[in-house]
């Protein structure tokens, strides 16, 4: 069971560059995030998808976009990359965004951009 | 928007003496109070949580009170050891969608 699995651990990238980072659940939640975490300002979300076939933004969303591929997996991928957006990416999941429970993490990509 | 205010940022305390971290939040109708513990390189992971229903929750060396009225809730760790030492988090939530995460606290226990 190895919970909630995220890919790539580390990325470089120039500004402008494009990717795409995977993240996978094994644990049947119906509700995947991604946030962001930078130095004093904490976990802040990006995108959600509450259910297979949904996605809504969060806070922060500008510069990203997200694709949940099915109930297992959730995607998120800068288009065009700038310096703003080096951080460490968190995805997590929960059995129903609509009910108050534990996150379960995956265990972070640290991005940079040059 | 929504807010959660989280105190201190860095707390530095001798191993066996007891760290308290307070927040508050804005928003009235949060209903669940969850700690996360971020060890360095690592993921959050849940430590202690505690529903609108109850004011207090204790778990051996951790417990959480919540003031609802005042919108306050802290954690408390007693008799600290050098594997406390970490990232506290703490949030308010309505549901996994409006989660407002603090900015966290850098506990340091010395030994």
């Known amino acids: 069971n190895a919970g909630v699995t995220q890919t790539p651990k580390f990325q470089v990238l120039k500004t402008g560059q494009s990717m795409t980072l995977q993240c996978a659940q094994d644990m049947n939640h119906n509700s995947m995030y991604w946030y962001r975490q930078d130095p004093g300002m904490g976990l802040r979300l990006i995108y959600y998808?509450?259910?297979?076939?949904?996605?809504d933004k969060g806070e922060v969303p500008n510069g990203y976009n997200v694709s949940r591929l099915n109930k297992r997996e959730f995607s998120l991928r800068l288009e065009s990359a700038a310096p703003s957006q080096t951080s460490v990416y968190f995805c997590?999941?929960?059995?129903?965004?609509?009910?108050?429970?534990?996150?379960?993490f995956g265990e972070g990509s640290r991005l940079t951009v040059l | 928007g929504e807010n959660v205010e989280q105190h201190p940022s860095t707390l530095s305390v001798q191993e066996g003496d007891s760290a308290v971290i307070k927040c508050t939040y804005s928003?009235?109708?949060?209903?669940?109070f969850p700690w996360y513990k971020q060890e360095l390189g690592k993921r959050p992971q849940l430590i202690i949580d505690i529903r609108s229903n109850v004011g207090e929750k204790k778990d051996q060396r951790i417990a959480v009170t919540l003031n609802k009225t005042a919108k306050h809730f802290s954690l408390h760790i007693t008799e600290t050891q050098p594997e406390d030492s970490a990232v506290y988090f703490c949030?308010?939530?309505?549901?996994?969608?409006?989660?407002?995460f603090g900015a966290g606290t850098r506990l340091f226990v010395k030994a």
């Open positions: 928003d009235s109708a949060s209903n669940y």
């Open positions: 997590a999941s929960d059995r129903s965004g609509s009910l108050s429970g534990e996150l379960f």
């Open positions: 949030a308010a939530s309505t549901g996994g969608f409006k989660t407002i």
């Open positions: 998808s509450a259910s297979e076939g949904t996605t």
